[in-house]
């Protein structure tokens, strides 16, 4: 039988709204949502020895290794069996893009491209419910209830390396390392660019192309 799974990654900087991007993505498409940093992240919070080795790079603003984000890629993709799945965040380095695309070949990369300026000013407000990954932004995207996530009514933080100083230092990594990855995908046609200020002017253009690539893979396979 043909494969009918479609496989996407969603790219951009941090507090670019890849957050909120993939969890419309996951209630329209019904994706597999796989986000190796949300993953670490609820390790740091449970002190698990995974947790603690990504900490000591996060609260640096730096990108955590690529073992241990490969560790996490591997299993979820495992775990996601025959369904289509989005990798968020991930690859980061050509040295896992050029690995996911030898062992599960990707059909699109949506780049995510938002402002700098509007970047810093977003994280001065973004709350996130750890759990699940939920992101809340005051003023855009704010939870119904304060600081209180729409869906189970428990507290939402703030992610320490969240702060202004350390975003910058985040960004600067980010686009050195994301140039050689996108060069990477162009190859293969599979870039393409989301350009916005706002979720809400970039989300109705990333559901119209979704919308059209999944139709266009998934006839092919059949």
Same mark, same amino acid.
């Given at each position: 039988?043909?494969?009918?799974i479609?496989?996407?990654?969603?790219? &951009?900087?941090?507090?670019?709204?890849? &957050?909120?991007?993939a969890?419309?993505?996951?209630?329209?498409?019904?994706? =597999?949502? %796989?986000?190796?940093?949300?993953?670490?992240?609820?390790?740091?919070?449970? &002190?698990?020895a +995974?947790? *603690?080795?990504?900490?000591?790079?996060?609260? $640096?603003?730096?990108?955590?290794?690529?073992? +241990? %984000?490969?560790?996490? =890629?591997?299993?979820?993709i495992?775990? #996601?069996?025959?369904?289509?799945?989005?990798?968020?965040?991930?690859?980061?380095?050509?040295?896992?893009?050029?690995?996911?695309?030898?062992?599960?070949?990707?059909?699109?990369?949506?780049? +995510?491209?938002?402002?700098?300026?509007?970047?810093?000013?977003?994280?001065?407000?973004?709350?996130?419910?750890?759990?699940?990954?939920?992101?809340?932004?005051?003023?855009?995207?704010?939870? *119904? /209830?304060?600081?209180?996530?729409?869906?189970?009514? $428990?507290d +939402?933080?703030?992610?320490?390396?969240?702060?202004?100083?350390?975003?910058?230092?985040?960004l600067? /990594?980010?686009?050195?390392?994301?140039?050689? =990855?996108?060069?990477?995908?162009e *190859?293969?046609?599979? /870039?393409?660019?989301?350009?916005?200020?706002?979720? #809400?002017?970039i989300?109705?253009?990333?559901?119209?192309?979704?919308?059209?690539?999944?139709? $266009? =893979?998934?006839?092919?396979?059949?």
């Open positions: 039988m043909t494969s009918k479609f496989r996407t990654v969603i790219l &951009g900087a941090p507090a670019s709204g890849k &957050g909120t991007i969890n419309r993505i996951v209630e329209k498409f019904g994706f =597999v949502h %796989i986000s190796p940093g949300d993953i670490l992240r609820l390790n740091v919070s449970n &002190g698990t +995974l947790g *603690k080795k990504a900490k000591t790079y996060m609260d $640096e603003g730096k990108l955590v290794p690529d073992e +241990l %984000i490969i560790k996490c =890629v591997s299993g979820r495992i775990e #996601a069996g025959n369904r289509s799945w989005m990798l968020d965040g991930f690859p980061r380095t050509v040295a896992q893009a050029e690995r996911l695309q030898a062992t599960e070949p990707v059909d699109a990369v949506l780049n +995510l491209d938002v402002p700098t300026d509007v970047i810093i000013e977003r994280v001065k407000g973004r709350w996130i419910h750890l759990p699940s990954g939920r992101v809340y932004n005051e003023g855009f995207n704010s939870p *119904k /209830v304060p600081f209180k996530d729409d869906v189970t009514g $428990e +939402l933080v703030q992610r320490p390396d969240d702060k202004p100083e350390i975003v910058r230092k985040r600067e /990594v980010y686009h050195e390392a994301m140039k050689p =990855v996108l060069e990477f995908y *190859k293969y046609n599979l /870039v393409t660019k989301f350009a916005g200020r706002k979720t #809400a002017e989300w109705p253009e990333v559901e119209k192309f979704l919308l059209k690539k999944t139709e $266009e =893979v998934v006839a092919k396979r059949q």
